[in-house]
């Protein structure tokens, strides 16, 4: 069992940054596959980014690639969203993710625990 909690949202203008943050409490944390997905108002979730166990391998969204970048530091079960350069489009809420697949996936379907989510509010 994993509880992911997300912090770090907020209220920024058009090409600023944030950090997001997730902490994971349970057991390993890892051996689980993480990712970022976001929901904005009348839309689906959609993936942003993943990472694998160690860190070393990440795969992101074409809509993100190049602005935001996943990384992850085990000896603090934590996972982190750096996202630069933010558009409007990115307001979403945020949602960390934790997979026991044995690869990086980009469905929501493969992930087993889910945060409650962090609101990104982007003004032009």
């Known amino acids: 069992q994993l509880r992911l909690v997300e912090s770090g949202g907020g209220l920024v203008q058009a090409g600023d940054s944030l950090r997001l943050s997730c902490g994971a409490s349970g057991h390993s944390f890892d051996t689980h596959i993480m990712g970022w997905f976001r929901q904005a108002p009348g839309k689906k979730r959609e993936f942003v980014a993943t990472?694998?166990?160690?860190?070393?391998?990440?795969h992101y969204a074409d809509s993100v690639k190049g602005r935001f970048t996943i990384s992850r530091d085990n000896a603090k079960n934590t996972v982190y969203l750096q996202m630069n350069g933010l558009r409007p489009e990115d307001t979403a809420v945020y949602f960390c993710?934790?997979?026991?697949?044995?690869?990086?996936?980009?469905?929501?379907?493969?992930?087993?625990?889910w945060g409650q989510g962090t609101q990104v509010a982007v003004s032009s």
């Open positions: 990472i694998s166990w160690s860190g070393d391998s990440t």
């Open positions: 993710a934790a997979s026991a697949a044995l690869n990086m996936v980009s469905n929501d379907l493969a992930y087993n625990y």
